[in-house]
């Protein structure tokens, strides 16, 4: 499967933007899905993750409450829904595949397909 993320630009603290990240292959609606985010001179941290049924999710506690993973399995597609953001928000976003009816992880070494990544930038 690949994974093409886009939707990330520059806001304002307080604004918003929404993610998306499509997927071609087959089995997507098999397949959990995850948000992660890597900020300069650091490293990748979790961020959301939505399982293949739907019902279920996580988040970061550092984006819980404004930010929101959801998916379109119509669509092949993945969201993250960011509210309220704030310059600590500001990273490359990526999205990931977890195959095999997977559950939805925090521990990004259990997925296995990611995308290129899309630059959030949050000025305050």
């Known amino acids: 499967v690949q994974l093409q993320a886009s939707g990330g630009g520059s806001v304002q603290a307080g604004g918003s933007l929404r993610l998306s990240c499509a997927a071609t292959g087959r089995f997507f609606s098999s397949y959990a899905m995850g948000w992660f985010r890597q900020a300069p001179g650091k490293e990748r941290y979790f961020v959301a993750a939505i399982d293949w049924s739907d019902n279920n999710t996580h988040y970061a506690d550092s984006v819980k409450g404004r930010f929101t993973i959801s998916r379109d399995n119509a669509k092949n597609t993945v969201y993250l829904q960011m509210n309220s953001l704030k310059p600590e928000d500001t990273a490359v976003y990526y999205c990931?595949?977890?195959?095999?009816?997977?559950?939805?992880?925090?521990?990004?070494?259990?997925?296995?397909?990611w995308g290129q990544g899309t630059l959030v930038t949050v000025s305050s």
């Open positions: 990931a595949a977890r195959g095999g009816w997977g559950t939805a992880e925090r521990d990004q070494y259990q997925y296995n397909y």
